[in-house]
């Protein structure tokens, strides 16, 4: 049985938190804008909208290509894509994982999807290995 | 110490793709093959998986690596990024650091003879570390290198307890800024990856690269089944010895020079 005590209180709670539903709509996460185009047509490596829906199979795809198969394509590589979306603050600074500033987080928090690459990638553009000279 | 290494196939069905097919299998040493494989290493195609075309290795001649000197150990940590290049292990006791490769003195009580050589993950055809991994975690590529996809590691470290060679070291704490092309993370497990990314760039490892810049040439890497490569050329002329060598592991890693 619901105590009047809970019925008003959960009501006062909808009544004071509709407003920032109604508002939701307007509150679309700021996205950074990406560095470069990869492709003048689709923009990114895909069309946006493919990429905005279906990134993360195309990155679990990569990451077993690569680390079972050796297989180092640059399309759907996490590294590229944080090469060319995460860009520096004003203080030329880039944002890390999880602030509002940082291309995954943007949306992540927005979307409260947590992800746990970052536990183990860089979230930055860092420099590339230097590879060594031939094979013996 | 030396002793062929056999291909015993009946031994284990672990290994679905056998090491070098059943010809060379039969014909017992594995090392030194050359007779299925006519290409020679060249550079792969980023977008072609390795394959057992390849078994990449490494030969390290304990006469020429100098006591003291640090230099692979030092390459290592610079390209992959852990022990004193990245600091975020603050909390960890020394013992519970990373290592991916270490600098080992060796000493004769008897003569007092002293040695000092690398000793790293050996990368093992027959992996103890792969056989108890419960996730599959700990897997050996195409061509022989052994890795742990810490995206599947769940930081159980059998594995550790399982390596003969003390290759592997778990991740206790959260991990910053670490190389783009040598993830690292709290929770999982890690040894060296005879730097894949290079190797699948047609490039040699830091350490080998790092101890050839010093002028010490103690360290050949190369294609194991190549018989005209020099790490194939040298074994073939003076042999190596594996480390635990009774444990039958057709090691990767091979030595020259430990008495
Ligand atoms: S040396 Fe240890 S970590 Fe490396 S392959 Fe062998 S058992 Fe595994
Ligand atoms: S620690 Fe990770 S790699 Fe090692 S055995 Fe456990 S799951 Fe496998």
Redesign the pocket.
Same mark, same amino acid.
């Given at each position: 049985m619901l105590s009047h005590k809970t019925i008003i209180s959960t009501l006062l709670s909808i009544l004071l938190f509709l407003p920032v539903f109604a508002q939701a709509d307007n509150l679309m996460p700021t996205v950074p804008k990406a560095k470069a185009k990869a492709n003048p047509e689709t923009l990114c490596v895909r069309d946006v909208k493919v990429m905005r829906t279906n990134h993360m199979e195309f990155l679990m795809h990569q990451r077993d290509e690569t680390m079972r198969k050796g297989i180092r394509t640059k399309k759907d590589s996490l590294a590229e894509c944080i090469t060319c979306h995460v860009s520096k603050d004003d203080e030329g600074k880039f944002a890390s994982y999880g602030d509002d500033e940082h291309f995954c987080s943007s949306c992540h928090n927005y979307a409260a999807v947590k992800i746990d690459c970052f536990d183990c990638h860089n979230d930055k553009p860092t420099a590339a290995s230097k590879t060594g000279s031939t094979v013996k | 110490m030396t002793q062929p290494v056999n291909t015993n196939e009946t031994k284990t069905d672990l290994y679905r793709r056998q090491f070098l097919g059943k010809t060379a299998a039969a014909a017992g040493f594995a090392l030194a093959p050359g007779m299925l494989l006519t290409e020679i290493a060249h550079a792969k195609p980023a977008d072609e998986a390795v394959s057992t075309k390849n078994r990449w290795g490494l030969l390290i001649n304990t006469n020429k690596c100098a006591s003291g000197c640090t230099a692979c150990v030092t390459a290592c940590q610079v390209e992959n990024g852990w022990g004193e290049i990245n600091k975020s292990e603050e909390l960890s006791r020394a013992s519970q650091k990373a290592v991916w490769i270490r600098k080992v003195k060796l000493k004769d009580k008897q003569t007092g003879h002293v040695q000092s050589l690398p000793l790293l993950c050996q990368h093992c055809e027959k992996p103890p %570390?792969v056989d108890?991994?419960? +996730?599959g975690?700990?897997f050996k590529r195409e061509d022989g290198i052994v890795l742990?996809d810490k995206h599947i %590691?769940?930081? %159980?470290?059998? %594995?550790m307890m399982a390596c003969p060679y003390k290759a592997r070291s778990f991740i206790h704490e959260t991990i910053k800024n670490q190389k783009v092309h040598a993830p690292r993370g709290k929770g +999982?497990?890690e040894s060296c990856t005879m730097c894949a990314h290079r190797v699948d760039n047609d490039g040699i490892p830091a350490c080998v690269e790092a101890c050839n810049a010093e002028g010490h040439q103690a360290m050949y890497f190369g294609d194991l089944k190549d018989s005209n490569s020099v790490i194939s050329k040298e074994l073939a002329k003076n042999g190596g010895q594996q480390l635990r060598a009774d444990l039958d592991l057709n090691t990767g890693v091979r030595y020259q020079g430990i008495k």
């Open positions: - | %570390c108890v991994c419960p +996730t975690a700990s742990v %590691c769940i930081g %159980c470290r059998y %594995c +999982t497990v």
